[in-house]
Structure formats: C-alpha cells, structure tokens
C-alpha cells in the first residue's frame, strides 16, 4: 500500500503515464476535464483530517509531498482550497464545497470495489481518553463496537493531555467539559454522579447510615481530585469530619481498585462502576448528596467532525452513554 501511495512522491511519473494511456480513450472520455488525480487524494486526505501531516500519515507519503500536490490542485483550479495558518489549515468555503463532492466521489470508488471485488477496507480510529474512564467504561464495552463496526479499528490511549497537544496525533479526543477549543466541535455523550462507594465486607459489624458515620472509616482520596471529598462531605453537612484513617492514591482507578479490594471507602463516578455495584462487588451507602454531574464530551477537529469513521463512534458512544443514564441509587 505504501509502495503504491508512495507515487504521491512523484507526480511528473504519474502524470506522464495517464498522458500516454490518454491516447487510447475515445473521444468523450477525452473531453472529460480532471484535475490530477494524485493531487485529489492528497487534497481529500488533508481535508478530511485536517491536517498536511495526518494525510502523509495516512497516505505513507512526506509532509511536503502533501504540501506540492495541494497547491498544485489549486494552481489547476486557480482558487485556494485551505487557508494556512501558523500551525494548522483551514478549508476555504471553495474548499468545503469541494471536499463533498471529491470525499463523496471517493466513498462510491471505495464501496463499488469492495462490492464487486471483495475488498473490504480497514479503517484506522485513534482516540485518546482518561484513563479512568477508558480502564472502568469505554474498555468493557468495546466489544460492541467492534461487532457493529469490524472494518474500523480503534487505537486507545489514555492521557490528560491539553486538546490542543494533540490536534495532529488523535481523531477524537475524550474529555470532560464543555470546553471550547478553536477548531474542535464537541458533543456531550455520558453524564455521571458521584458518590461514596466501597465494598461491602468493609460493612460487616460496622454502620455506614448517615455520613457523620465516614468518620469510623479509612476516606480513599485521588491525588488527581484532591478536592472531591471536601466538597461532598461539606454538601452532606459534615465539614469537619475527621475519618479513622486516609489514604492518598496517585489516580482515581486506583481509588476504585482500594474500594474492590475493601481498603476504604471511595468517591465513586457512579456510571464508571455501575457494573460492580450491580454485580455486588461494590455498595452505594447514600443516594445523597450527588455532587454535580461530570460530563463527557468527545473533541474532534471541525473538518473531521462529520467523517462516517469519526461519527459512527460518537454515535456509538451517545447509544451507550444513553444506556448508562446517571442513577443514584444501587
């Protein structure tokens, strides 16, 4: 595939070539007037994903091969087709307008050979998600994803990064929010409370009725949300509580872990452990008081946000955030 994409290098050899095969076309394919095609899949691929270094990616080309063939396609055209800027591009209206119809052209070419010839066509998503998230939600439920979808595969990593770090690195970004990001269009999928949680061996022969009761117990904190207990503890009117024992872990999947393996009691994301609650691993002792829903969000640049890849995993994504609606009772 690279060895074929690679041709992208050398645009004077493949322009040459359909010179020479032109010579053979009756007179109507003749009249018909294309741009260098080399130059429009370097154009679809840049637009598409937003970027000169994700099409050379995609494509197994330099970044300059991308650069050359862009503007050769709109020296062809003699209308700009991006707007550059310090370190990102932009399509122009002209530009928009294009990509539907080059994007659509080259979706029917991909769907006719994979109808008539066989060839299905594996499609690579690269998300980036917290790792919470990704170890107690979005990992267990992949499954089903890749069921629906088997031509798409998804490549996880877990960060915090800034979104803005990542504008060339990932296809969709998981993060709380709203956060407005230049360039990105966000979309709310999943909505959770949290509350205490804990084992339930740790109950045996000891009461957990009301708060004030925490005090009897070891309070499991995230160092990376440092102010969650604070704040629950304030809004269930024991501010001052002073628990048995504290415990301080560097992330909040290893509080959840604390709270399984019964060394305390933890702030739970109640949607990211539905599944332990409801398989008895873990209790919910209160219903009261949630703190206010953490809401997620996927990031994606706007000149991606409608690609089918893209979208049928946000898609995805609201069905089962849908599925895992915020409760605040076990």
């Known amino acids: ?18 010179h020479r095969v032109s010579k053979y076309h009756t007179n109507d394919v003749m009249a018909r007037r294309l741009p260098p095609l080399n130059s429009l899949r370097a ?8 970027s000169f270094t994700l099409a050379a990616d995609e494509l197994c080309v330099t970044h300059g091969a991308i650069s050359r063939h862009v503007q050769q396609l709109e020296a062809w055209l003699g209308q700009s087709l991006f707007e550059r800027h310090n ?3 932009e399509l122009t209206d002209s530009g928009r307008a ?17 109808q008539h010839f066989g060839q299905a066509q594996q499609r690579v998503l690269r998300v980036s998600a917290p790792a919470t998230f990704s170890l107690r939600w979005l990992v267990p439920k992949l499954s089903s994803f890749q069921v629906a979808h088997p031509a798409i595969e998804v490549r996880l990593s877990t960060s915090n990064e800034p979104i803005e770090k990542l504008r060339d690195k990932v296809d969709l970004i998981v993060r709380g929010g709203p956060q407005a990001i230049d360039g990105y269009v966000a979309e709310e999928f ?31 904190h995230a160092a990376t949300y440092p102010g969650m207990w604070p704040e629950w503890l304030a809004a269930a009117g024991q501010p001052n509580l002073v628990p048995r024992h504290s415990l301080t872990l560097e992330h909040f999947y290893l509080t959840l872990q604390g709270a399984l393996d019964g060394l305390g ?53 609201k069905v089962a955030g849908n599925a895992a609606a915020p409760s605040t009772r076990n």
């Open 1 to 18: 595939m690279c060895a074929i994409l690679a041709e992208l290098e050398h645009p004077i050899k493949r322009l040459n070539l359909n």
């Open 43 to 50: 154009f679809e691929a840049a637009a598409r994903l937003g």
């Open 87 to 89: 370190r990102r591009v």
């Open 98 to 114: 294009y990509l539907a119809e080059v994007g659509a052209s080259f979706d029917r070419i991909a769907l006719a050979t994979a």
């Open 190 to 220: 999943l909505s959770e409370v949290r509350l205490p949680v804990c084992a339930p061996k740790l109950l045996d022969g000891r009461p957990l009725n009301t708060p004030a009761d925490l005090a009897g117990f070891t309070l499991l």
């Open 265 to 317: 009691v933890a702030m739970g994301p109640i949607a990211l452990v539905a599944d332990d609650i409801a398989e008895g691993r873990l209790v919910q002792p209160f219903s009261e008081p949630a703190l206010p829903p953490w809401r997620y969000f996927t990031y994606v640049a706007s000149a991606r946000a409608n690609d089918e890849t893209v979208r049928a995993f946000k898609d995805w994504l």
